[in-house]
């Protein structure tokens, strides 16, 4: 569910940059991610958005931080410090040079290419060396978990907090009203 579901007008004319915090917190539903764009009174122009999309592990969250369900005792932990945070990374002319590029992924009931829905991103896309225990059990390290198929339990679900930015350009001779809105699969948040 989005955070903010109403429309937001957040373009100007010239150029724009659209940035995200999201968070991978428990299972992957039979959905996509992303925004949704609209361009009201474009005055003949367009609103497009291109391929260079960046993406990179926000340092500002910990990610050794407990991420269970309702139905067990541990709550919900998030640890952000906004010293960590990059300054002005929202912003355009930020430096994004050391971030890497994002990955679309296909194979999915949207593109047409499975027939069967898949998870559109993998829950262990990207593991990152955390020190929490599992609940109830002992410590489980990246070396207990590479070769074993077990499922893990939820307070590793939660593993880490990506950052994402992307710019696009408004071209204006006119009145233009531009609005995002974030979509996000269940289980995400932003």
């Known amino acids: 569910m989005p955070r903010h579901p109403q429309s937001q007008r957040v373009f100007r004319s010239g150029w724009n940059c659209a940035a995200a915090a999201v968070n991978y917190t428990e299972g992957t539903e039979d959905t996509r991610g992303g925004f949704f764009a609209e361009l009201v009174d474009g005055g003949g122009e367009c609103l497009v958005t291109v391929e260079t999309w960046r993406i990179t592990e926000a340092d500002a969250w910990e990610s050794d931080t407990f991420e269970t369900s ?6 919900h932990q998030e640890h952000y410090d906004a010293r960590q945070a990059p300054d002005g990374w929202t912003e355009v002319g930020f430096d994004d040079g050391d971030w890497r590029s994002a990955v679309a992924v ?4 949207w593109d047409g290419t499975d027939a069967q829905s898949v998870s559109a991103v993998p829950r262990w896309n990207h593991l990152i060396e955390r020190n ?14 590479k070769g074993n198929s077990r499922q893990i339990r939820e307070p590793l ?5 990506n950052v994402t930015r992307h710019y696009c350009i408004i071209e204006n001779s ?14 995400s948040g932003v």
Not at 132 to 145: F, Y
């Open 70 to 75: 309702f139905s067990l005792v541990t709550t």
């Open 106 to 109: 296909g194979g999915t009931h």
């Open 132 to 145: 929490n225990p599992e609940i109830g059990t002992n410590q489980c390290t990246l070396d207990r978990i």
């Open 157 to 161: 679900f939660c593993n880490s907090r």
């Open 174 to 187: 006119g009145l233009v009203t531009a609005s995002l809105f974030p979509i996000v699969p269940a289980g």
